[in-house]
């Protein structure tokens, strides 16, 4: 409860801000709870981060790096003669979904089409190695998780690989729609596209996949949503599936994204130690409390 306080908006804001969020998040599969029979039989966990939307930020962080943006003789021409819509990097790291000028050198397009031949490819996964260069906030949440399991009854262990969203290469765009229904399909299957006992992965009880559903920064307030499903490896049976969102009342999203982004990082990796906390512990599993982390 002194988390949500301390993130959530007075009463008065937060009565007007949650509807939004919900409404925005979109519907999800029901949510399954293991059995205490199967709980009983865990102990080592695989922890698999799923591939995350990219960032989206309103209003688009345009107006603030091209300030010219707004002036009379830009809005009266066609906007793809100056701008592109697109997913692309900040200097931190950041995979953004928006608005790019001709002009926008310090803000390369992201490469998200594919992963180097020479990387080993496990149908349904890809190396975390072919991420390297961004910052993945499912990488800092899956991370988060075996920090948290940890313990005397349950080993865990975080997977090389991630989950690799469905999506059309064409269609791995600055469009979220394509990277919603992604997720969403990902979060909906009761049987796991992926054999985990093959290619020479880690033999384990279950499979823990750590995903992201909403990802956004609207105006001041920053909101995210933490899917999980637990998986049994042999049946590729999902047992165990659970979701929890959050928003935060912070900065604007220039504040956040300036100096690398390393604000933004810190509240996001925040939020969702959180969210995995809670995800965890309704899904019954023994979890340690998050480490409150200092401020940048």
Not at 26 to 41: F, R, V, W
Not at 84 to 112: C, F, H, Q, R
Not at 209 to 231: C, D, H, M, P
Not at 274 to 284: A, I, K, R, T, Y
Request: glycine share 4%; hydrophobic share 40%.
């Amino acid at each position: 409860m002194f988390y949500l306080q301390r993130i959530f908006p007075p009463m008065k804001s937060y009565c007007v801000l949650l509807p939004l969020l919900f409404i925005l998040s979109g519907c999800l599969a029901t949510p399954i709870k293991p059995s205490p029979h199967q709980m009983d039989e865990i102990r080592t966990m695989l922890v698999v981060p799923v591939e995350p939307p990219p960032l989206e930020v309103t209003p688009d962080p345009i107006e603030s790096r091209f300030p010219v943006y707004n002036q009379f003789q830009y809005q009266s021409l066609p906007p793809y003669v100056y701008l592109e819509k697109t997913v692309y990097k900040n200097p931190g790291g950041v995979l953004i979904a928006g608005l790019l000028s001709k002009d926008d050198d310090m803000m390369p397009i992201a490469n998200i089409h594919q992963t180097p031949s020479s990387m080993e490819k496990i149908a349904g996964l890809e190396p975390t190695a072919s991420l390297s260069e961004n910052w993945t906030p499912t990488f800092t949440l899956a991370q988060e998780a075996v920090s948290q399991l940890n313990g005397d009854r349950i080993k865990a262990i975080l997977s090389k690989h991630y989950y690799h969203l469905p999506i059309a290469g064409g269609d791995r765009n600055a469009n979220l729609d394509n990277w919603q229904s992604a997720i969403e399909q990902w979060y909906d299957l009761n049987i796991s596209s992926v054999d985990y006992r093959r290619h020479g992965l880690e033999q384990v009880d279950a499979v823990l996949e750590v995903g992201i559903q909403t990802y956004r920064i609207f105006n001041a307030q920053t909101s995210l949503q933490v899917l999980i499903k637990l998986i049994d490896p042999n049946t590729r049976q999902v047992i165990g599936r659970i979701s929890a969102k959050t928003l935060s009342v912070e900065d604007s999203p220039e504040s956040l994204l300036n100096n690398e982004a390393e604000r933004f990082k810190w509240l996001v990796a925040d939020m969702g130690a959180h969210l995995v906390s809670q995800g965890l512990s309704d899904l019954g599993l023994p979890v340690k409390a998050p480490v409150d982390r200092l401020t940048p």
